[in-house]
């Protein structure tokens, strides 16, 4: 038995579905990096991974990113996540790093919070 979709309704869908912008690469990177902006902070190095698996070009991702503020997002998600730590000290120094690198930040993003905030 075979189940399936005449090819012909798929095509329709389809079509309909471009023309109302509801398939549409670039609205869905914006929401997916507001979501990864607002909800659970990531940082570029993520969001260009994950966009790059969904099959989004990298022309796309790469524009959504030069928007963001990554150096801000990550002074945010240090004062209010990982306040408890203190960043002159090493062992919870290196905690944070690998907390921030795991997130998908970009490493010189990271250094430059970190080094501005242990002064």
Do not use: C, W
């Amino acid at each position: 038995m075979k189940v399936g979709f005449d090819n012909n309704l798929v095509q329709e869908v389809i079509e309909e579905f471009l023309g109302d912008n509801t398939l549409n690469d670039e609205n869905f990177a914006e929401a997916f990096v507001a979501d990864y902006t607002n909800l659970k902070p990531r940082g570029n190095i993520f969001i260009g991974r994950e966009l790059a698996k969904r099959g989004i070009s990298q022309k796309v991702i790469q524009r959504i990113i030069s928007i963001r503020d990554e150096k801000q997002m990550v002074s945010d998600f240090l004062q209010k996540k990982l306040a408890h730590f203190d960043v002159k000290n090493p062992k919870d120094r290196q905690k944070i790093l690998r907390r921030l690198l795991s997130r998908g930040f970009t490493p010189g993003v990271v250094y430059d919070v970190l080094n501005s905030h242990e002064k």
